[in-house]
T-cell receptor, first 116, second 113 residues
């Protein structure tokens, strides 16, 4: 139980294009999901907290117009990297909180984004 | 602000060796402490946690004790297996509002037969 999936697992795109990454809780409902970014040999950095049906809360320094987050249902949150540039290349990981369950985040396997 | 520092890897051990991965933290108040493990190609999984000082978290032979006096939460295992090869992340949660996690950089463990 408590499985979180991400799609795609990897994506390569051209500079200037937009890329959408999906995060799904497969067997539970998640009112809250989190989006992280991980650079090589560095820790996971929280980008934003996504709440179902409301606007995401972004961490300081994260451009909300650059990284669009939508949490339209209890099982799906999406992260769209708009007008991607090479410096956006990174590993993006989502996690989900089980609604009404223990205060524990369940993590997806991550998405590797490479912008050429 | 909160921060977590863990030893850099990779840590290379032979099977059945003793494992220690050091983790220290800086936080206000009384955080909860976690160890997550990431196996190749998979997402992070919670390995163990401790929510207050002197608590010991344990799972799958791994242990870590919440030491407030030294602000540490070192991960130990008495006898590692090849299947323990993974990246281990120490993390803390300030317990305020959502369970926002602050992670260390991760330590890769490589266990050879």
């Amino acid at each position: 139980g408590a499985v979180v999936s991400q799609h795609p697992s990897w994506v390569i795109c051209k500079s200037g294009t937009s890329v959408k990454i999906e995060c799904r809780s497969l067997d539970f409902q998640a009112t809250t999901m989190f989006w992280y970014r991980q650079f090589p040999k560095q820790s996971l950095m929280l980008m934003a907290t996504s709440n179902e049906g409301s606007k995401a809360t972004y961490e300081q320094g994260v451009e909300k117009d650059k990284f669009l987050i939508n949490h339209a249902s209890l099982t799906l949150s999406t992260l769209t990297v708009t007008s991607a540039h090479p410096e956006d290349s990174s590993f993006y990981i989502c996690s989900a909180l089980l609604a009404g369950g223990p205060n524990e985040q369940f993590f997806g396997p991550g998405t590797r984004l490479t912008v050429l | 602000g909160n921060s977590v520092t863990q030893m850099e890897g990779p840590v290379t051990l032979s099977e059945e060796a003793f494992l220690t991965i050091n983790c220290t933290y800086t936080a206000t108040g009384y955080p909860s402490l976690f160890w997550y493990v990431q196996y190749p190609g998979e997402g992070l999984q919670l390995l163990l946690k401790a929510t207050k000082a002197d608590d010991k978290g344990s799972n799958k032979g791994f242990e870590a004790t919440y030491r407030k006096e030294t602000t540490s939460f070192h991960l130990e295992k008495g006898s590692v297996q090849v299947s323990d090869s993974a990246v281990y992340f120490c993390a803390l949660s300030s317990n305020s509002g959502y369970s926002t996690l602050t992670f260390g950089k991760g330590t890769m463990l490589l266990v050879s037969p």
